[in-house]
């Protein structure tokens, strides 16, 4: 199985996040109309990235785009995880490999609990976060996972 290639989101990527968000991502994602409105979306989170706000990584199989995985400290030792697949690599293990990637470079750095917020609805998204051992702990609006780390 090739290896996924996790790079931080850059202006390259526009185009590639501009055609998955018109896929069903879009319903637990963006949907953006416009190349326009992806341009400012990513120049928005690049800045972010530049303030130390949050990072987004790009996944890349090959030459073969398959989502974004967003890391978010809230704490030097708690990160929030948000993610999306293109829907071309949804029910393929991708979601599951990216996350289980980001968990060992979270570990490796020092992380001890990650939290993982999903939709309701998104019964993939659930199924992911509790096959890796996420233990839900708030489900008011959105369905709130933690994960400690060892």
């Known amino acids: 199985m090739p290896e996924l290639i996790f790079k931080v989101l850059a202006i390259e990527d526009i ?15 963006y949907k953006f109309e416009t190349l326009a409105e992806a341009r ?21 199989e090959g030459e073969d785009f398959i989502g974004m ?5 809230l704490d030097p030792k708690t990160v929030d995880i948000g993610m999306w697949v293109s829907v071309d690599f949804q029910g393929k293990g991708y979601g599951k490999r990216m996350l289980s990637n980001l968990l060992n470079r979270l570990t490796s750095k020092g992380v001890k609990e990650v939290v993982y917020e999903t939709d309701k609805d998104n019964m993939a998204s659930i199924a992911l ?3 890796l051992g996420f233990k839900m702990y708030d489900d008011s609006n959105m369905l709130v996972f933690k994960l400690a780390l060892t």
């Not at 928005?44 to 130390?52: P, S, T």
């Not at 995985?69 to 400290?73: E, K, L, N």
Request: aromatic share 16%; glycine share 4%; charged share 25%.
């Open 129 to 131: 976060a509790e096959s």
């Open 15 to 29: 185009a590639n996040i501009f055609q998955a968000s018109k896929g069903n991502v879009a319903d637990y994602f």
């Open 69 to 73: 995985i967003s890391p978010r400290y």
């Open 40 to 60: 400012q979306w990513v120049n928005n989170a690049i800045r972010e990235h530049e303030e130390g706000k949050k990072l987004e990584y790009v996944v890349y």
